[in-house]
């Protein structure tokens, strides 16, 4: 299949070198020129933790692209707009287009630039770093569950060729975009104030607190129709906490390169849709006024 992915960072450019092992036909799609000029010259190099890979993946800009068959939304969400007006084109000429983004909205976000039958979203618990022009490192491709919004659209029919070892196709997708966002509630804003690697998490904030604050999140999705597994984020938080110790979570990733966080569509997110239903949220809304002081500060 090919495949375009539409924001290649760290997670986009690992998840770009998982697909492109797996046999696709892989573009990387960016702004970043150093990174594009890195990838052209010596490849993507991807440390795993039992090897290092230099992957010759074609990269580009975004217009510069050729048609695919899918696009992967990776872009931080407040570029969304942006990225799918760069590859309009590529949309017009019948590419579905999936939204692995981290946080909640971007299904609503996606829909209004891409005819519904072909949208697809999720979500995935792949980790990823950026350390340098062209080079990122990850454990891996880890669970990516993703389905199609119109099931008897084109992303459907598509979905079918690409459901695999590398994405997982499902019908409790909605659930699994909670389940993310809650477990990046708990963890994303509390390493960025706390200055800290997932492992000093564990460390200071420790796993019951991270799941009161996820739990808050999986109650707002309630009230929006969707039900989501708190036992199955505290595993996931569990995990991070003892696997990911040296991990950097995005949101201090992005701070430290002096970027705009994904806080209005994580805490924020439900900051704001608690509002709406009459749901206090009092953790959500703490850690969200903070990191909004702590990025007028960057």
Known sequence: ????????????SVIGAELHTAGHEVVLLDLNEEHLNAIKANGLRVDWDDRTEHLKIPAMRPDEAPQVDLIILLTKTMHTDAALEGVAPLISGGAC???????????????ARVPDGQVLYGCTMTPGDLRGPGHVASHGLAYTPFDAFDPDGPAARLAADVDG????????????????????CALNATALLGKGTVGALAEHIGADLA????AEVLLVGAATGVTGDIHAVRKQID?????HIGHKPSMVQDVEAGRRTEIEALNGYVEREGEKRGIDVPMNR?????????ETQS
């Open 1 to 12: 299949m090919k495949i375009a992915i539409l924001g290649a960072g760290a997670l986009g």
């Open 97 to 111: 287009v999936l939204t692995l983004q981290n946080g909640l909205g971007n299904v609503e976000r996606v829909r």
């Open 165 to 184: 070892d590398q994405l997982s196709w499902t019908e409790t997708a909605a659930s699994q975009v909670w389940q993310k966002a809650a477990f990046n």
């Open 211 to 214: 799941q009161d604050i996820a």
């Open 239 to 243: 995990f991070a906490l003892r696997e």
């Open 286 to 294: 703490l850690l969200a006024a903070l990191v909004r002081m702590r």
